[in-house]
């Protein structure tokens, strides 16, 4: 049964919002908005009584941390820890992220002995990621160099089965640890889209 257009005038005339008829009515929020539309060509504009009740509260300027999206709102977001995201795909980028804060807490974590397969537990990242963001992060700082690596990889208190060895990481990114820091490219690369071999490339020099 079809709400008669007066029923729907007068809700709307008392201060009802489209979306609130609408649900009453049963119908879609456009059905209600076209018959309004439709009413008023024929009679003028409804003169509509304010409903304080219903104001939109305050709202306020809002970022996307993620993609920087911004707009005036009231609305509770998706979130993930203390932060909101405009959607699911913002909130899931972010995260995947590995901000510096997760990198420096992967550091701090390996000092004081846990194991990379704990971190990677705790921090929610692939142990492979971590090492190869603590590796790029440690190089773009000017601390990649033999003592800072091995602190970080060489872990007395446990129980290495396997020899630490940070060969992979060299040459998957292209940053060499030498006895004298770091170097990009060199030494018998294979990684032909390693990252250091870009910077190295985009450069024209090399990045001490
Ligand atoms: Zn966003």
Redesign the pocket.
Known sequence: MTTPIHTIIAAYRRGWSESQIALAAGVTHQAISQRVRRYERQHGPVERIERPVHRPSVKFSWH??????HEWTSRIRLSYGEQH???T???A?AKREVTDDVIESAIFMRWEGNTWTHIAKILGRPTQTLQQRIWKYLYLTRQLNRNIIESIWIAPTLNQTVPPSWRWLELDTGIYCTEHGAELGARGNRGRSAWGKRILKDSGDTIR
């Open positions: 996307c941390p993620h993609c920087g999206r995201f405009c959607s795909k913002c909130c980028a």
